[in-house]
């Protein structure tokens, strides 16, 4: 009987955004009552406009469609496990071509419904500030904007060092979609290994038109409680605005950087660093930006070698509160100091509306399992949701950022294919066949 009681015992979720709420469903769906605290509308972020719960605050795109991108194959294995966010979006998709696109209103508004009339929810509208205080196991999905008073007492339960308060990080581009025919290996001055990718501005004429594409191309609103957040932090767009030659004394400073091929210097020159263990993932150094997404594609893609350049993440610059997860959870998305507690949504450092809510979906059934005392479930990192579970608890990265989910963060297949596109779809048939053996564990949970 106290066995009994204890697996009924409710497991508290802290905010009802896309992750949280996915937590609740996946959890409530195996029997075990949830208890959702949600501070609005009774207190609001500066970024959210009504107490709906899911609620779209950026965009209302799930983004790619098609398991060719792996936020497409992130969005059928979501499916295959039942999730309530993909069941809200399917129903209330608008016309968007290759993409998945939603009626914002709708598809939060059938969220909220759903959550505040299943009978193992109890909705608390209050504001969290003593986390350690609740009785048994806890998910944190407070999201991005976390309130000052819960940001605290995170800090309080982890290092400060591993609790980051904005986001500043440069694109990155697949290694796979380079040229280099242009592009070259090297190091400055030639000293240690060659570790840097180069791209080179041969032409002071191709520099200038970069120079004037940066200066005039369109930059994303800043919010009011993100100014001087960054001033540490200079975006590249912002070197441009003060003149012609900063970024060439900055980061595409070409001295000491000769082609080895043919020993030329370059006007300017952007430097690639190798993001990931296995090499195919490329960040562009010192490329913190606020320009819009499509407007880093257009111009980023000037920079020699970059010509037909995949991005898997956009550079960024917000207010973002995530941990530096790899530092303190599991691959079950659960702190390692302290089992009780569990994260999901961005503040693990998933980016991007599906990404956190697979993470919830993830914490929610591994909570199941914790509570019932099942071993947690192996997502395999030839998933997608797997390798997202992977990126943000793998110790071995030590400059951890905030990542969308992509190709370039699942092990590549035995056999190299060339063309991306076949490329992508035996990744995308692999994992599938392996998510089969996943649903398969997670519906008996």
């Known amino acids: 009987m106290a066995e009994m009681i204890e697996q009924n015992r409710p497991i508290h979720i802290i905010g009802a955004g896309l992750a949280g709420s996915e937590a609740a469903w996946q959890i409530i769906r195996r029997g075990i009552p949830v208890i959702l605290h949600e501070m609005r509308p009774a207190k609001t972020s500066p970024a959210h406009k009504t107490g709906l719960f899911a609620e779209l605050v950026c965009s209302n795109s799930f983004r790619a469609a098609n398991v060719e991108n792996a936020v497409g194959l992130l969005k059928e294995e979501m499916r295959r496990l039942d999730s309530l966010i993909m069941q809200a979006a399917d129903a209330h998709q608008v016309p968007a071509g290759g993409a998945l696109a939603v009626d914002r209103e709708g598809f939060s508004l059938a969220v909220t419904q759903f959550i505040r009339q299943h009978p193992l929810i109890t909705v608390v509208e209050e504001e969290v500030t003593d986390p350690a205080g609740l009785e048994g196991l806890v998910i944190f999905a407070s999201g991005p904007l976390t309130s000052p008073a819960l940001s605290a007492a995170i800090r309080s339960m982890v290092d400060a060092e591993y609790l980051h308060f904005f986001d500043a990080a440069a694109p990155i581009v697949e290694g796979d979609s380079l040229n280099y025919d242009i592009i070259y290996r090297a190091s400055r001055y030639g000293k240690g290994e060659a570790a840097y990718l180069n791209c080179p501005f041969y032409s002071k004429e191709k520099y200038i038109a970069f120079f004037e594409a940066l200066k005039t191309a369109e930059t994303a609103e800043i919010k009011d409680f993100e100014h001087n957040v960054f001033e540490g932090c200079m975006p590249i767009e912002e070197m441009a605005y003060r003149g012609e030659d900063t970024m060439r004394f900055g980061p595409l400073k070409p001295i000491g950087l000769k082609d080895p091929r043919n020993g030329r210097e370059a006007y300017a020159v952007v430097q690639l660093r190798q993001d990931n263990a296995a090499g195919t993932l490329y960040n562009l150094v010192g490329f913190q930006t606020h320009l819009k997404w499509p407007e880093q594609k257009r111009v980023f893609r000037m920079i020699p070698g970059l010509e037909n350049a995949e991005f898997v993440r956009y ?25 009780k507690f569990f994260f999901a949504g961005q503040m693990t450092g998933v980016e991007g509306y599906v990404e956190s809510a697979a993470s919830g979906l993830m914490a929610g059934i591994q909570a199941v399992c914790a509570q019932k005392g099942l071993p947690a479930i192996d997502f395999p990192n030839i998933t997608a949701m797997g390798a997202l579970a ?56």
Do not use: W
């Open 315 to 339: 550079g960024v610059m917000h207010k973002n509160t995530y941990l530096n997860s790899p530092q303190l959870l599991n691959a079950d998305f659960r702190l390692r100091a302290n089992p």
């Open 390 to 445: 992977h990126y943000i608890s793998n110790p071995a990265i030590t400059d951890f950022q905030p990542m969308n989910v992509n190709y370039g963060i699942m092990p590549p297949l035995e056999k190299r294919v060339r063309k991306r596109r076949f490329r992508n779809e035996m990744l995308a048939h692999r994992s599938l066949t392996a998510f089969e053996a996943v649903a398969a564990h997670c519906a008996m949970v």
